[in-house]
């Protein structure tokens, strides 16, 4: 039986097993319908265009992770290194009230070595944030999914080739102390 659906000249050839097709190609929709070479060359590279962004969207969400988790070491140490502040009495308020830490007669010596901060949440708006960082990742994740479920040699090798630069770009970073696990190995965030 076959799995092509060729409806004649100048329609969408949409195949369900490997294939090479260029000219009347079909991605998504009837309106993604490719008639010339060109649109063929720009869906290419909009396949890589696509696959690169989402090489960016994980860089950013690791990006955003980490400036969470220095900020609190950061807020962590600040507070650790102050001792108990001395109180005050605030004329406006009537009562007692903690003083901030500014001077630094009261606050410990800082050293970067400093004990490790515990674990933290992120806030409310934090979380929104990483939602939506995720959302977006899942999205484009999806869309570059259900390109490759077209089976079309070319747009696959625009995928890996997308992926290749992704990851090149987006991916190259520091490399050592602090650095728990690699993200690139959780590709399908399953498998890692």
């Not at 944030?129 to 070319?154: D, E, I, K, P, S």
């Amino acid at each position: 039986m076959d799995m092509d659906m060729d409806m004649g000249t100048g329609s969408c050839q949409i195949s369900m097993l490997w294939n090479w097709t260029t000219i009347d190609a079909c991605f998504l929709s009837k309106s993604w319908h490719i008639t010339t070479t060109r649109m063929f060359a720009g869906s290419c590279l909009g396949t890589i265009g696509l696959v690169v962004c989402l090489e960016f969207l994980r860089r950013v969400g690791r990006e955003y992770d980490a400036f969470l988790v220095r900020r609190a070491r950061l807020r962590y140490q600040f507070l650790s290194n102050c001792e108990q502040p001395s109180r005050t009495f605030s004329e406006e308020e009537g009562e007692m009230s903690p003083a901030p830490c500014a001077s630094t007669s009261r606050c410990k010596d800082a050293t970067p070595a400093a004990a490790a901060a515990p674990p933290f949440r992120p806030t409310l708006a934090e979380q929104l944030v990483r939602a939506t960082l995720h959302m977006l990742q899942f999205a484009v994740a999806y869309f570059v999914m259900l390109l490759a479920m077209y089976f079309n040699g070319y747009i696959i090798i625009c995928i890996i080739i997308g992926a290749f630069l992704g990851a090149f770009v987006f991916s190259w970073e520091v490399i050592g102390e602090g650095v728990v696990g690699n993200d690139a190995t959780a590709v399908t965030k399953c498998c890692g």
